[in-house]
């Protein structure tokens, strides 16, 4: 079985999933609003509010996750640009 952290260690790993799951579910909650917007005329439905809420808590997590990955490939590219030591 392979070591879980080696894999995540490299280029993202769990953020490089996160990140797409997240877009998707805040362009689904968005609808979501929209759509009880036009639905209930009356304004007595909190489920707007919620969906909102639900829709910047992905927000957040699409933010740390692409942070994660940026960092993760400063990360790597400082060290494949490190200079090898001298082997004589």
């Known amino acids: ?3 879980r ?9 769990l953020a490089n ?16 609003v929209g759509l009880v917007k036009i639905a209930d005329k009356s304004g007595q439905n909190h489920v707007d509010e919620y969906a909102a809420l639900a829709a910047i808590s992905f927000l957040a997590s699409a933010l740390v996750s692409d942070l994660s990955i940026r960092y993760a490939q400063k990360r790597l590219g ?6 090898q030591p001298d082997s004589d």
């Open 78 to 83: 400082h060290r494949l640009n490190k200079p």
């Open 17 to 32: 999933h996160i990140l797409p799951i997240s877009g998707t579910m805040i362009g689904a909650r968005v609808t979501l």
């Open 5 to 13: 952290s080696q894999n995540l260690s490299h280029g993202g790993g």
């Open 1 to 3: 079985m392979p070591d």
